[in-house]
């Protein structure tokens, strides 16, 4: 059984820095566990995100969005920083989820903003957030500013390398995956 992995980004744009670092944290974590990944972004909940009040109210290509992070194995989770914290539906979106459904998942946290003054994003927005859900946070966490891309792609190498470790991080709950017995 393939270890698998959920990506969702809190963005509208496309394209966007966020769902670039999103997917490439997706592409490192495939490449070195193995793992199967897919991805989504806010775009792919709408227009029904905004409207629903409860999970059911979501069907079609939403509802299947929601099922593929429930299920996952674990997550990637991103989000620009809009007036320093995540946007209204992104949250929204985590309003909707049953405060059980990902407890114990781990969960790797990035975002990206214009400049460093958002770094602290990750630990007094999101962390938060998710720590409600008793998700699994990884320790690291990625911030990325507009700096941090050329055009759309990250290439700042101490943001590489820092994605790297947080990737690596997952490796525990791979191994615990991989011996958890097949029922």
């Keep these: ?71 996952a194995d674990a997550l990637v989770v991103g989000s620009p920083v809009y007036k320093g914290s995540y946007g209204g539906l992104f949250k929204h979106l985590f309003d909707l989820i049953d405060p059980a459904a990902l407890a114990g998942k781990p969960v790797l946290l990035v975002a990206t903003g214009g400049g460093a003054r958002h770094a602290l994003v990750i630990e007094h927005q999101l962390r938060p957030l998710f720590g409600f859900f008793e998700a699994a946070v990884l320790p690291t966490g990625i911030y990325a500013s507009a700096a941090d891309f050329a055009g759309e792609t990250p290439v700042a190498v101490p943001l590489l390398d820092r994605l790297d470790r947080a990737v690596d991080q997952l490796a525990p709950w791979l191994a615990r995956s991989r011996a958890a017995p097949v029922a």
């Excluded at 592409?27 to 409860?54: E, I, K, M, Y």
């Design 1 to 71: 059984m393939s270890f698998r992995i959920a990506g969702f980004s809190g963005s509208f744009s496309k394209p966007s820095r966020t769902r670039a670092l999103v997917d490439l944290a997706l592409s490192r974590a495939a490449q070195r566990f193995g793992a199967t990944v897919a991805s989504h972004d806010l775009s792919d909940l709408q227009p029904q995100l905004g409207a629903a009040n409860r999970l059911e109210d979501l069907h079609g290509l939403p509802r299947s969005v929601v099922a593929s992070i429930l299920s």
